[in-house]
């Protein structure tokens, strides 16, 4: 089990298809652990150590993933 690093919160600006996520307007909820992150403004972070992902529920269009997933699922079968 790895040690719990730094929780970030920011503006997500993409995630790739191997979850890698691209943060902006980024600060860390324990600035005196990490100090050395407090003139980060923009992070890329590897999604193999992502522990997990909150989104605001009232910021996510869910209607448009339901359909992005659903012309997926169709290409897929094609």
């Given at each position: 089990r ?26 860390v ?27 605001p ?22």
């Amino acid at each position: 089990r790895h040690p719990a690093g730094p929780a970030i919160c920011g503006t997500l600006h993409s995630v790739d298809q191997y979850l890698n996520i691209k943060l902006t307007d980024i600060s860390v909820t324990d600035p005196e652990k990490y100090p050395h992150m407090l003139p980060v403004k923009n992070c890329f972070i590897r999604g193999s150590v992502v522990h997990y992902v909150q989104l605001p529920t009232d910021e996510v269009d869910t209607q448009l993933l339901q359909d992005a997933a659903r012309k997926e699922a169709l290409q897929q079968k094609q």
